[in-house]
């Protein structure tokens, strides 16, 4: 493979809501088509320098541009300025405080800001969380501007904590961030969770609420026959109509010890879209970035 991609450059750009989102862009030689990618709960785009040059410099090779940023769930916590008119407002985000729905604003506020640099034919991918926010962002605006959709490791979140945290502490935990919604203290840290993770009230409703937008793909729910969910299943994956492809490691860590399974349920919904999944790569496809790159360029450049 060919390192047809450019050094990145640094980029920023604004949401409808006021927020400024940081990314960086991989320019291709030639072509108006650019690949838009979202990363996982809690990541960042800017420690991954060798997968995303592996990446990009695939797709660059079929003249497609990419975009990696950070969305508002980046990192854990953190602190960023919103613009009120002609004042910054400090307001908290990261992890702990997202709202999966809100991937809507930011994907839009990148489109616009590749449309200003020239860009035409829009492809979006997303990762782990990020193939969960292409399902939720065509849910509630399926009339958009993305050609492609291409969907990696998508992760049944919902599922994990239950398994996890048990049916008793799942319950508790979930009606008493309801609460603390309801009485306008979501924004408070649970001091009772997942030894490794922290989570306002908020962002755990968000991440963990059965009938909420961030349950698209309920593994769990379907192999150990647990009714969690009072809303249809998959009913955001379902919702797709444009291509799509759909990719998973067989080593996948989060798929419940059988990826074959999973990718045969999502055919159930979907049996349309493609799927492939990748021999000897886990959840992150470290050590599979090559093959990764290619899968989805050549799927990219098809007709």
């Keep these: 493979m060919k390192n047809t991609a450019v050094q990145p450059e640094f980029v920023e750009f604004q949401t409808k809501d006021g927020l400024t989102l940081p990314g960086l862009l991989y320019k291709a030689k030639k072509g108006k088509a650019v690949a838009i990618c979202l990363h996982g ?7 991954n320098k060798a997968k995303n040059s592996i990446l990009a410099s695939a797709w660059a090779e079929k003249n497609i541009s990419t975009l990696y940023f950070n969305n508002r769930g980046a990192h854990v916590i953190k602190n960023l300025y919103v613009k009120r008119g002609n004042k910054d407002e400090r307001k ?71 398994d996890i945290l048990g049916k008793s502490r799942f319950s508790r935990l979930l009606s008493e961030a ?32 059965p009938d909420g937008d961030y349950n698209t793909f309920p593994f769990y729910e379907v192999l150990r026959k647990k009714k969690l969910s009072t809303k249809p299943l998959f009913r955001y994956f379902k919702s797709i109509k444009k291509q799509s492809l759909v990719v998973y490691g067989d080593k996948d860590q989060y798929a419940w010890g059988n990826v074959p399974k999973i990718v045969e349920i999502l055919k159930q919904y979907q049996p349309k879209l493609d799927y492939r999944i990748i021999k000897g790569a886990d959840h992150g496809f470290k050590g599979r970035e090559k093959q990764l790159a290619k899968t989805i360029a050549d799927w990219l450049s098809r007709g």
């Design 178 to 209: 309801k609460r603390k919604i309801k009485a306008k203290r979501g924004g408070e840290i649970i001091k009772e969770i997942l030894p490794d993770e922290i989570f306002s009230y908020a962002g755990f409703y968000d991440a963990a609420n």
């Design 92 to 162: 908290l985000f990261g992890m702990a405080y997202e709202k999966i729905k809100e991937c809507v604003p930011d994907i839009d506020g990148a489109i616009s800001f590749l449309k200003e640099r020239g860009y035409r034919e829009f492809y979006l991918i997303g990762t782990s969380t990020g193939a969960n926010k292409i399902c939720v962002y065509n849910f509630y605006k399926p009339k958009n501007d993305i050609k492609k959709y291409v969907l990696l490791c998508g992760g049944d979140d919902t599922g994990i904590y239950y």
């Design 41 to 47: 709960m809690g990541s960042s785009v800017f420690y």
